[in-house]
């Protein structure tokens, strides 16, 4: 550091001020070597302790300092027991104690070692003031520790490079008390806040400064004309040091930056913003102005006006304030007036918003629990087709149930087994509610949802099958999620069927759901229940699969289903036309193939047919299945009349 700083008064600096601590002493090699030798060898303790000082890091970087007006920096800390270092002399001279003005006070310091603090021509703290919101708009010229004033870092290097005699706090009185009006530096009024505080005059982004590499000045290749006369800041930059500041132009702002800004701001007074007394008033007038026109003018307004006239009145004093921020220096305070016309613009809006559409509120709140919020916005808009009768529809009904769920259960206490389907079907819910579908019901670990009401849907089967594959998804991305936990994994099955269905608001006095009916949804549920007989994710019915022209199916098998007598085509979907892969295309080839020798009767070819599908995806249950079953049919062939379909005995 000595070298650094004798380089930079070499190149003609005027002030150099370090963002950096110097609160530990430097290690001396001499007095290293002594420690390590203890009493033995007396002659040679002797010769190194008078060496010592000669070497001593800290004595070289002192003699150093009084080469150039120097600032070294220091923390102010608010824990009482953190007194590190020796504090410099307060330079300040008030007519009012220091105790009496409302300036940050503090109960701890991390200062320099003596040895620095004697030698240095001022010290300043380097302490920044974030807003509640975690950014610095403003820096503290002063702080209060032990009854008396410190100065900031910037403000210590303006009074040397300004060569003022002394700092002066300006109070005017306030209340009982005083406050502070600005800070004199020498024959100069830097006015400030009430509390010793300047609104920081950033010239620009990060790097708006030039910066030199440490480096460079060391080696000598520097640019002479850059340091004539300058004021240096000695920080970092480096993400690693943490010394980032979040700032109005920018985030990640390097806290040394911070420093040159308001030294600039100290130096050259004019680029300060200020906030003269009238302000206040101003803003008052502003505020009854504000409060008058939007009570008038808002309640005879539309929502859309009311938007209209609020985005109109922030967007002018936005504007109005950045100017007289850029042309007058003047720092109008926008919170209360954005804050009043955000305010009267919702309660006067919302207020008019009950008011005119309580029908929509009324629809809302029916069916709110039963569909998608997409749907709610389009019944809100179109009311007439929110109707709670019952009526016949085509519709696709959807079944999910979460396969060996008794045994996971009895794995899971109470409170775990609720988190854990808390954590399967609220993302379920998601997907559901994104493709249009209306929740009916959730009964245990099935979910059950519908498509086409309350409000017609064109599509609705294909969106109900893209549903369907994008929860699937869904389960093997949260299989991770549950590991985590501690969670057992688990499957999902389900069931789709397209057809009439009786639909609307059903129930008793006591107790209502909106919800469907009909021979299409007990179809679907059965379907649900195949999906581990079959050892896929997902069956659909024959009269969803015509809906579907966007996605391509593998046809399952022919069931009748327990209780009925007719035959039913059920399928797999495998994957969107757009996003099949060869070697999908090949396999539902292979399986077609088969498929239709098997329909066909033709077992000696089938069976070769689905052996082959075994060994290509031996994973596969349904190639087993259908592979014994035409094994079965050798033996006991099914006769002329047979239509192809397989019963099943159990639901």
Not at 551 to 570: L, S
């Amino acid at each position: 550091m000595g070298q650094l700083q004798s380089q930079l008064a070499k190149a003609g600096v005027a002030v150099v001020a370090y963002d950096v601590l110097f609160s530990e002493p430097e290690l001396n090699p001499a007095m290293q070597v002594v420690s390590h030798l203890g009493d033995r060898k007396a002659n040679i303790v002797n010769t190194l302790e008078a060496l010592a000082p000669d070497i001593d890091a800290d004595i070289a970087f002192s003699k150093t300092l009084n080469a150039t007006d120097t600032v070294l920096g220091m923390l102010f800390e608010h824990q009482e027991d953190i007194l590190v270092g020796n504090l410099p002399e307060p330079i300040f001279a008030s007519e009012i104690q220091p105790t009496e003005l409302p300036i940050p006070d503090f109960a701890g310091h991390v200062a320099n070692v003596k040895v620095l603090q004697l030698n240095s021509p001022g010290t300043g703290f380097i302490n920044s003031a974030p807003d509640g919101d975690g950014f610095v708009r403003y820096s503290m010229l002063m702080i209060k520790h032990n009854n008396n004033a410190y100065p900031a870092l910037a403000l210590e290097a303006a009074r040397l490079y300004t060569l003022a005699d002394e700092v002066k706090i300006v109070a005017k009185p306030f209340g009982d008390g005083h406050s502070v009006q600005g800070i004199k530096l020498g024959t100069t009024l830097i006015p400030t806040d009430d509390y010793g505080r300047v609104a920081i005059p950033f010239r620009g982004p990060a790097f708006s400064f030039p910066y030199v590499s440490a480096i460079d000045v060391l080696k000598g290749e520097i640019d002479a004309n850059l340091f004539d006369q300058a004021i240096v800041f000695v920080g970092t930059s480096a993400v690693g040091h943490a010394d980032l500041r979040t700032t109005p132009v920018g985030v990640q702002y390097p806290g040394v930056e911070v420093h040159a800004n308001v030294l600039e701001g100290l130096v050259f007074p004019e680029l300060l913003p200020s906030r003269p007394d009238w302000i206040d008033g101003a803003v008052v007038l502003l505020l009854l102005l504000i409060g008058i026109i939007t009570s008038i003018v808002l309640p005879i307004l539309g929502v859309f006006g009311m938007t209209l006239v609020a985005l109109f009145i922030t967007g002018a004093f936005i504007f109005f304030s950045f100017y007289a921020w850029i042309v007058w220096r003047l720092d109008f305070p926008q919170v209360a007036v954005l804050g009043l016309t955000i305010t009267q613009t919702t309660v006067l809006g919302s207020l008019g918003f009950v008011k005119e559409h309580k029908e929509r509120v009324q629809i809302k709140s029916i069916f709110d629990q039963y569909v998608p919020p997409a749907h709610i916005a389009s019944m809100l808009e179109q009311p007439d087709q929110a109707s709670m009768e019952g009526e016949k529809r085509v519709m696709t009904v959807l079944f999910a149930d979460i396969r060996e769920f008794t045994s996971i259960s009895e794995s899971l206490d109470a409170g775990r087994l609720k988190a854990y389907l808390n954590q399967y079907f609220s993302p379920i819910t998601r997907i559901i509610f994104e493709y249009q579908g209306t929740i009916d019901k959730y009964v245990g670990d099935m979910v059950m949802a519908f498509w086409n009401a309350p409000l017609l849907v064109d599509d609705h089967p294909e969106l109900a099958v893209k549903c369907a594959m994008q929860m699937q998804v869904q389960v093997d991305a949260l299989q991770a999620q549950m590991k985590e936990q501690d969670f057992p994994p688990f499957a999902i099955g389900i069931g789709l069927n397209t057809g009439d269905m009786n639909v609307g608001d059903m129930g008793s006095e006591y107790r209502r759901a909106y919800t469907v009916l009909g021979d299409a949804v007990n179809l679907g549920s059965r379907l649900e229940g195949l999906t581990k007989f079959y050892g896929v994710g997902i069956l659909i019915s024959e009269m969803t699969f015509e809906h579907c022209p966007n996605i391509i199916f593998r046809p399952i098998d022919k069931v009748k289903v327990k209780g009925k007598n007719e035959a039913v085509t059920i399928y797999e979907p495998i994957a969107f036309k757009s996003e099949v892969s060869d070697e999908q295309l090949e396999e539902l080839e292979a399986h077609n193939i088969a498929w239709q020798l098997y329909l066909s009767q033709c077992w000696q070819e089938a069976l070769p047919a689905f052996t082959k599908l075994i060994e290509l995806q031996p994973q596969r249950k349904v190639y087993r299945l259908l592979c014994e079953r035409v094994r079965e049919m050798q033996l006991h062939p099914p006769g002329e009349n047979w239509d192809g379909s397989y019963t099943h005995k159990s639901k």
